[in-house]
């Protein structure tokens, strides 16, 4: 059973930035699709942005395209959620998940693995 563990949610003023990280608890990181998704209470969950096995490849929903970046650092067993210039439409609680048959997949189903979530406030 992968583990993963979010961090670097909080509360931020509109126009601020936060970096979220996740650490999955395996030595095989690299074998990993990672992806980040966001739900909102009585939402469904919806797809940030993912991120192939190796970095080649991101993909992004187009409400934060241009806002946050995905990256990974293969040395630190994290992929990384930069979240620039925020508003409080981006206050939710953010998901990262971990799967072995996706590149940089926005469907949720390809994801085999989901962190606890972490909460984003952005406030006005």
């Known amino acids: 059973q992968v583990q993963l563990v979010e961090s670097g949610g909080g509360l931020v003023q509109a126009g601020g930035s936060l970096r979220l990280s996740c650490a999955p608890s395996v030595r095989t990181f690299s074998m990993y699709a990672m992806g980040w998704f966001r739900q909102a209470p009585g939402k469904d969950r919806e797809f940030v942005a993912g991120i192939s096995w190796n970095g080649g490849s991101t993909s992004y929903a187009d409400a934060v395209k241009g806002r946050f970046t995905i990256s990974r650092n293969h040395a630190k067993n994290t992929v990384y959620l930069q979240m620039n210039r925020l508003k409080p439409e981006h206050t939710t609680v953010y998901y990262c998940?971990?799967?072995?048959?996706?590149?940089?997949?926005?469907?949720?189903?390809?994801?085999?693995?989901w962190g606890q979530g972490t909460q984003v406030t952005v406030s006005s």
């Open positions: 998940a971990a799967g072995t048959s996706s590149g940089s997949s926005c469907l949720s189903y390809s994801y085999d693995f």
